[in-house]
């Protein structure tokens, strides 16, 4: 039982790359996440997924497109990247939307660095 | 407005001290969660202990306790007896709302240094 599972672990960009960040879970949850964080900030909700087939954006979306392409798996594609998508970018997955601890399961964390 | 506000970006405790990491929350939704996370040195998120805002008692996990005071909008996170592998950054987070995704607002964090 891996958990949630994030590929890759670092990433050098030059500006107008573009690329995916993988993102896995094995716990059968509904609802997927993409969160960056960046010094001295909390973590921010990049996009959502309450359930497959489905995704929201959250709090800062420009920039960036999501797939959720089955239950487990939901990508993260930066279309052209610029130095301000430098940061740290985390995956998590909850078992459901609504009430309840549903606290979220956390990937180890994908290092992104754009030049 | 914030929605979370950790006023401590740094606190020192001494080992086997308990410390009180500060926390306070701005809603107006009367369903919500809070969480406190735990990020080591090493980068990943550790869950450790939710309140939900229809608790009516203050949530407590082993070592782990919230003082949540609901009037003044706080949910402080309480360490006992603190181990040098308590040394960490520390984040508080709101769940609002009973649908949808369990969207998280997390705040700035505070970095919590324990001392032998």
């Known amino acids: 039982n891996a958990g949630v599972t994030q590929t890759p672990k670092f990433q050098v960009l030059k500006t107008g790359q573009s690329m995916t960040l993988q993102c896995a879970q094995d716990m059968n949850h509904n609802s997927m996440y993409w969160y960056r964080q960046d010094p001295g900030m909390g973590l921010r909700l990049i996009y959502y997924?309450?359930?497959?087939?489905?995704?929201d954006k959250g709090e800062v979306p420009n920039g960036y497109n999501v797939s959720r392409l089955n239950k487990r798996e939901f990508s993260l594609r930066l279309e052209s990247a610029a130095p301000s998508q430098t940061s740290v970018y985390f995956c998590?997955?909850?078992?459901?939307?609504?009430?309840?601890?549903?606290?979220?399961?956390f990937g180890p964390g994908t290092r992104l660095t754009v030049t | 407005a914030q929605k979370i506000t950790q006023t401590q970006p740094g606190m020192f405790v001494q080992e086997k001290e308990a410390v009180t990491l500060d926390c306070t929350y701005d809603?107006?939704?009367?369903?919500?969660?809070l969480f406190w996370y735990k990020q080591p040195s090493s980068g990943e998120m550790i869950f450790l202990i939710y309140q939900g805002s229809y608790d009516e008692q203050n949530a407590t996990e082993g070592r782990y306790s919230l003082n949540f005071q609901k009037a003044r909008k706080s949910a402080n996170l309480v360490i006992s007896a603190s181990q040098l592998g308590d040394s960490a950054m520390y984040f508080c987070a709101m769940r609002e709302g009973q649908n949808g995704a369990n969207n998280l607002f997390f705040g700035t964090g505070t970095r919590l240094t324990v001392i032998p």
């Open positions: 809603t107006s939704d009367q369903s919500y969660g």
């Open positions: 997924s309450a359930s497959e087939g489905t995704t």
């Open positions: 998590a997955s909850s078992k459901n939307p609504g009430q309840g601890v549903y606290e979220q399961y």
